[in-house]
């Protein structure tokens, strides 16, 4: 035994540096989560019109089923590469490379469409920007911009983060405190089931909602970095849980308080700053939404591009991807060759961006992979019973005569959701199905022939 | 480097803060649901509740992927089924483990420890030390190889005081390695001259190595 022979097993010598506190964890889950209801908001409003509060409840619910789940996976496994792991351990590589692939579409989506975002709320303070060509360019450029940031190493990424997180919950706080005390109108009293809203509209504006809360997944990408994952992961889950789902409900609340539903649908580029003008001191309220929306979106956008290289960097680790995507810069020991990759993508989506299509094929994707996370988890608890969980999912169903297996029951209602909302957006978003299939086809081809070349070496 | 470390006792405990602390990647087995708390809250390491013999916990622990164990725990029998298994069914290339008896220590060596760490011979050494001069320390010593290394504190009235090394007139198999005095760390030629206080690190076979010990620390008047 030489010191030379140390290491041997693990083909990747570098490691990423565990260097994400509570902080950082908490900023990367809630910077895409958070987000979500500046993106959506006015997007749901068109179709769930007084009754969004309540499709961002629904959306919610589903959401903190499967966080929860990934609150235990997360903590137990705290490697790099979330779903994907959780799905291989489970299922094999096949299923763990669906989980990934997916994923990928959402985090290639998610910096685009943020992007996108960010910059209509630039043109918020720049009116020319919301129009062509400076719309997609500025995009562009942000995008760019972020790539430089991440490839610096995850230290610059989460600070940065950390910092507009919490300048954003602050401020957003502050803004519907002062909604609610200068004077609330209850939404429901606006509802009339049937005609505002319809049933398909209800319904169709929750698989938007759904998109808000997107994000957790970031998280658990994240576990390798992240110090002592085991304490630090479940209570970053809970912290962003508990703010989102108060914010988005309580934010989506006043703003069909105080701005007429249809004409918060129409301002679907700047929905939140649009809320505050209808504030007292709305033109200071308004621009301060303006600019949280703008920071939050960057960091949502940041957060996709933070996901993508981890994700990458997972998939080649486990034979999934070429490894030379996954290899980390010698000095900044970041997987540069994947962010400079799938920031290509990211550019070309922003620069050519459709809203409207970046939220079907964000749902698409990740649904799909939730659904098999939640059912990994499952699987996980008969497979992996000697795994120590430091949390652990409450509530259990027994089954079985023999062998009693205990069904962990969130999990269940995690994948029961999200397998809803998904064959919901599947049935109804007719753009979204054709595209998100195309590439869950073109990944399975992509895997079969890099899978097939590799063979007579895996023996 | 990814490490498994089977006990999360008190030694496991500090190899696995050790490890922690220096980004390695590590995985803890033990049987005590609290410890595995405590490990997997506290440190940057994933645990398996169960037992060192038992192949299932070991395999979910992959250890098949690992590039060293610490078999730690303060029961030999499941240390020494661990080393077993590690290099005969995981090929783990690097194997330490924990002998709470002495009568152990053959059976882990032969069952594929790389390394055998016996608490208790390590306290008769330094118990063995304290009953000695207070100018005599035995550093180690290699039962297998008969071999030895003693630190001796020259004495104020040691004979060899202003001796050089040619002068010691030092037993065959045993040899000056290093001298620690006022020029600080010097690996002694033999000109070198011992002065009082010098520590003088006498190293070789055992006997000879006894023998080198009685010359330095001779007294003058004897």
């Given amino acids: 035994m030489d010191a030379d022979s140390m290491g041997q097993h693990e083909p990747f010598r570098l490691r990423l540096r565990r260097d994400v506190g509570l902080l950082g964890s908490f900023s990367f889950g809630y910077a895409d989560v958070g987000a979500g209801i500046y993106l959506t908001l006015g997007l749901v409003a068109q179709f769930s019109g007084p009754a969004t509060p309540l499709s961002f409840a629904v959306a919610s619910l589903a959401y903190l089923f499967t966080a929860l789940s990934y609150a235990e996976l997360a903590s137990s496994f705290p490697e790099a590469g979330g779903g994907l792991i959780y799905s291989e351990k489970a299922f094999g590589k096949l299923a763990a490379f669906i989980t990934a692939w997916c994923l990928l579409l959402d985090y290639v989506v998610t910096t685009s469409i943020f992007a996108l975002a960010a910059v209509g709320y630039m043109g918020y303070f720049l009116p020319a920007l919301h129009g062509d060509p400076y719309f997609s360019l500025a995009a562009l450029l942000l995008v760019s911009g972020l790539v430089v940031v991440n490839c610096l190493g995850v230290r610059e990424s989460a600070g940065f983060s950390a910092a507009l997180v919490l300048l954003d919950v602050s401020g957003i706080t502050l803004v519907i405190l002062a909604g609610y005390l200068a004077g609330f109108r209850p939404f429901w009293e606006q509802i009339n089931w049937g005609t505002t809203p319809d049933l398909n509209g209800f319904l169709y504006g929750s698989s938007i909602a759904m998109a808000s809360f997107l994000g957790i997944e970031v998280i658990s990408q994240t576990a390798e970095e992240t110090k002592v994952a085991g304490r630090t992961i479940p209570r970053a889950v809970f912290l962003v849980s508990a703010a989102v789902v108060v914010i988005s409900i309580a934010f989506s609340s006043l703003a069909v308080g105080v701005v007429p539903w249809n004409i918060l649908g129409q301002s679907y580029k700047d929905p939140a700053a649009i809320v505050a003008e209808y504030l007292p001191y709305g033109r200071i309220f308004g621009a301060w939404l303006g600019l949280m929306g703008m920071t939050v979106c960057i960091v949502a956008a940041n957060a996709g591009i933070v996901g993508v290289s981890r994700m990458a960097f997972s998939m080649s680790r486990e034979g999934l991807l070429p490894r030379w995507l996954g290899s980390l810069h010698r000095k900044y020991r970041v997987p540069y060759r994947a962010i400079i990759l799938f920031a290509s993508i990211q550019l070309l989506l922003a620069y050519t961006g459709h809203m409207g299509l970046s939220a079907d094929l964000y749902n698409f994707g990740a649904l799909l992979s939730y659904m098999l996370v939640n059912l990994a988890l499952i699987a996980l608890r008969r497979k992996d019973p000697s795994r120590f969980r430091p949390f652990k999912l409450p509530g259990t169903i027994k089954l079985g005569h023999g062998q009693r297996f205990e069904m962990p029951l969130i999990a269940l209602l995690g994948f029961v959701s999200c397998g809803f909302v998904w064959t919901l957006v599947v049935l109804t978003h007719e753009t979204g199905r054709l595209i998100g299939f195309l590439w869950l086809g073109l990944g399975l081809l992509l895997y079969y022939l890099y899978r097939r070349s590799r063979s007579p070496k895996l023996e | ?222």
């Fill in chain 2, 1 to 222: 480097m990814y490490i498994v470390v089977i006990g999360a006792g008190h030694v496991g405990l500090h190899l696995i803060q050790s490890f922690s602390q220096r980004g390695e990647r590590i995985a803890v087995i033990d049987k005590s649901e609290r410890k595995c708390r405590h490990v997997s809250t506290t440190f940057d390491a994933v645990a398996f509740v169960g037992s060192g013999k038992d192949r299932r916990v070991l395999r979910s622990a992959e250890l098949e992927k690992a590039d060293m164990l610490f078999a730690v725990t303060d029961n030999d029998l499941v240390n020494l089924a661990a080393c077993r298994m590690a290099k005969k069914d995981f090929a783990v290339p690097y194997v330490v483990a924990l002998a709470n008896s002495p009568r152990r220590k053959e059976e882990l060596k032969d069952a594929g420890a790389d390394a055998v760490i016996c608490p208790l011979d390590e306290a008769i050494r330094l118990v063995e030390n304290a009953l000695r001069t207070p100018n005599v320390s035995v550093l180690f010593i290699d039962p297998e190889e008969d071999c030895k290394l003693v630190r001796v504190t020259i004495p104020l009235n040691a004979s060899v005081a202003g001796k050089t090394v040619r002068h010691l007139d030092l037993p065959p198999g045993c040899k000056v390695g290093l001298i620690c005095g006022r020029n600080g760390l010097v690996f002694p030629d033999k000109g070198t001259q011992i002065a009082v206080h010098d520590q003088v690190f006498l190293l070789g076979a055992r006997e000879a190595v006894d023998d080198g010990v009685r010359k330095l620390t001779m007294s003058e008047l004897a």
